[in-house]
């Protein structure tokens, strides 16, 4: 069975990604900063912590209130009128050997695909990826540590984790859970 599947997730892993749309930097440095406070927030508590990046009505990019999620997910409140969603951003709580949170889940995916934005996620090891659910790819923007880290992180956990994952690959590993 685990030979099967292995074969199974080699073949997914050659499979042609699809090309994507790079965010700009400025968008991505946005991100950085903002995500950086609830990455300590989330590791204290435990939790995931998620909300939107957007668009207000004199164009100025902005962030929603940052909502307190569970140990394994979040759901941001969507914002009223005036304000045009640009992306989701979470993280994925503290760090938990128990649980792969170094990359997005299939999930995470087909909320932002559904909801017709881009996501970012942050992870406990200090990873930043980033969504496009147009091509459906996730995109690690930048590794561990470039994000502030759990204390308690132990790298290595997740395997080798690719630096770009098709919507296939992340169920693949979802299926590993
Ligand atoms: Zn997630």
Same mark, same amino acid.
């Given at each position: 069975m685990i030979l099967t599947a *292995?074969?199974?997730v080699l =073949?997914?892993?050659?499979?042609?990604?699809?090309?994507? *749309?790079?965010?700009?930097? =400025?968008e991505i440095e946005m991100l950085k900063q903002r995500l950086a406070p609830i990455q300590h927030l989330s590791f204290a508590a435990g939790y995931e912590y998620c909300g939107y990046l957007g668009r207000r009505g004199n164009g100025a990019p902005g962030f929603t209130k940052?909502?307190?999620g569970h140990h394994n997910g979040c759901t941001p409140k969507v914002p009223g009128e005036g304000f045009g969603l640009i992306a989701s951003l979470h993280?994925?709580?503290a760090y938990d050997p128990s649980i792969p949170a170094e990359f997005p889940t299939a999930l995470d995916?087909?909320?932002?695909?559904?909801e017709g934005v881009v996501g970012y996620v942050a992870t406990p090891g200090g990873r930043l990826w980033y969504i496009d659910s147009k091509a459906m790819?996730?995109?690690?923007i930048c590794g561990p540590g470039?994000?502030?880290?759990?204390?308690?992180?132990?790298?290595?956990?997740d395997g080798e984790i690719a630096e770009r994952l098709s919507y296939a690959q992340l169920l693949a590993l979802d299926a590993w859970e």
């Open positions: *292995a074969l199974v =073949a997914i892993v050659l499979e042609p990604l699809p090309p994507y *749309a790079p965010p700009s930097s =400025a940052i909502l307190r993280t994925h709580g995916m087909r909320s932002d695909r559904r790819l996730a995109v690690e470039c994000l502030p880290q759990d204390p308690d992180f132990h790298a290595g956990d």
